[in-house]
């Protein structure tokens, strides 16, 4: 069964640094998002990209983020001055229509 | 107000109990209504999507839309140990060009042997 797969699993960075989240969505998906969780609190949605711009963003989305897919298969989220504030899950996730799939997640632990 | 309320919980019931789990929404313009279970440090599942008002059953799973009163509902019956996750709601206004998913708290629950 397809799934969406992120990389790397957890990301340890120092405040400041850049980092990139990775992930393949599904392949034949259109629709891709990030997300972020942070530890015991609710799913909070980023950004949504179809077409290869960005379609919404939320507030959290701010000029230190950005995505790009720089192939037909990766899609990623960059990070560029963490802060400590940063440490969370980050979920990629993918749709044809309505059904969205989510990866397993990425744990970036800023310090 | 929120876009999504969903009681946290936690909800602690027995094995084979009835479980409701329920979410409230402020935006009439909502028109698909998801389910999802998530387990610890796991990303969400999708279990049951909705579109219209009304009920959806999948095996032990019932997903039900009320679109007049903004309430949607999952149950789920003879539960198990293994339903201990959070659940999340989730909704969005269309199915094109990347909507926004819209998530609930989640509601924490644990099914005890």
């Known amino acids: 069964e397809p799934e969406v797969t992120q990389t790397p699993s957890h990301q340890v960075t120092q405040m400041g640094q850049e980092v990139i989240l990775r992930c393949v969505p599904i392949s034949n998906h259109l629709y891709f998002y990030w997300y972020r969780q942070i530890l015991g609190q609710k799913v909070e949605f980023l950004v949504s990209?179809?077409?290869?711009?960005?379609?919404?963003k939320s507030e959290i989305f701010d000029d230190q983020f950005s995505v790009e897919r720089p192939d037909g298969s990766n899609f990623t989220l960059k990070i560029r001055s963490t802060k400590l504030e940063d440490s969370a899950m980050y979920f990629c996730?993918?749709?044809?229509?309505?059904?969205?799939?989510f990866g397993p997640g990425t744990r970036l632990t800023v310090l | 107000q929120k876009e999504v309320e969903q009681d946290p919980g936690p909800l602690s019931v027995p094995e084979g109990a009835i479980v409701s789990l329920n979410c409230t929404y402020s935006?009439?313009?909502?028109?698909?209504f998801m389910w999802y279970r998530q387990y610890s440090r796991k990303g969400p599942e999708l279990l049951m999507y909705t579109y219209s008002s009304g009920n959806k059953e999948d095996g032990r799973f019932t997903a039900q839309v009320d679109k007049s009163s903004k309430y949607i509902s999952l149950f789920i019956r003879d539960s198990q140990p293994s339903d201990s996750a959070t659940y999340l709601c989730a909704m969005i206004t269309g199915s094109n060009t990347g909507n926004q998913f819209y998530f609930g708290t989640g509601t924490s629950l644990t099914v005890i042997p």
């Open positions: 996730a993918s749709n044809l229509v309505v059904q969205q799939f």
């Open positions: 935006n009439s313009a909502f028109q698909y």
């Open positions: 990209f179809y077409n290869n711009e960005i379609s919404e």
